[in-house]
């Protein structure tokens, strides 16, 4: 078992573990516990009452963030002829067809987000051991695969995350940066969480929503009230 830091420690004692907050209680700790001495990157961890093993109960998905995420993301996209200039004037970091497949085949990944127009794809197929386990495949359901490549890069720099449940029913995303005022993390929160609630399969029976945490980087988990969420997106 990895030993507990004196810091860690020291701010664990701020959070009663039988406590559920309130968003705007939950965030103000994870604010003052994030002691590191980086922009700590705050996130949130949503269980699902959800059976993972059948698809039709699968959580996958995009949300655009109001605030971002305070990461600069480094965007590639897959185009060819107009639209790669579409693509660059877009703002997109990289932009190639072959010469890309190549490169990231020779072990090149410094890239956050992959874009591709869909007659790029067989091209992109290609690369499927590389990008799939890392979650970077382009995929039409998170609006990837697309010939909009303008709002693809736009909404990619602009705060849009792409989540998708774990194997035990979980989705974790991050929200912001612990130096965001605390109105910007709750607003992210929200949107986030109003996003899950709109996808919940109508398969899945009972609770949906089973539990919500958020946690820095570097800091303790805080679990919050999801009664209180739930009043709040009915509102």
Request: aromatic share 6%; hydrophobic share 40%.
């Amino acid at each position: 078992m990895a030993k507990m830091s004196k810091r860690f420690a020291a701010v664990r004692t701020q959070v009663d573990p039988q406590t559920h907050y309130s968003i705007e209680q939950g965030i103000s700790l994870v604010k003052q516990m994030a002691t590191a001495r980086f922009d700590e990157t705050v996130e949130m961890a949503v269980a699902l009452g959800i059976d993972p093993k059948f698809t039709e109960q699968a959580i996958r998905g995009t949300c655009i963030l109001p605030h971002g995420t305070g990461k600069k993301v480094t965007v590639l996209v897959f185009a060819r002829g107009e639209k790669a200039d579409e693509a660059r004037a877009a703002g997109a970091d990289f932009v190639g067809d072959d010469d890309m497949v190549e490169k990231i085949t020779g072990g090149w990944v410094a890239f956050d987000v992959v874009i591709a127009t869909p007659d790029m794809m067989k091209t992109v197929g290609k690369l499927g051991r590389v990008l799939g386990p890392r979650g970077l495949m382009p995929n039409p359901k998170t609006g990837t695969v697309t010939n909009d490549i303008a709002a693809a890069v736009g909404e990619s720099k602009g705060g849009k995350i792409a989540f998708r449940n774990d194997k035990a029913g979980n989705v974790n995303v991050p929200i912001g940066k612990a130096s965001f005022e605390a109105r910007a993390l709750e607003e992210n929160a929200m949107s986030f969480l109003e996003k899950i609630m709109q996808m919940k399969p109508s398969a899945a029976k009972g609770r949906y929503i089973m539990s919500i945490s958020i946690s820095s980087t570097m800091g303790p988990g805080v679990r919050l009230d999801v009664n209180d969420v739930r009043i709040r997106l009915s509102r």
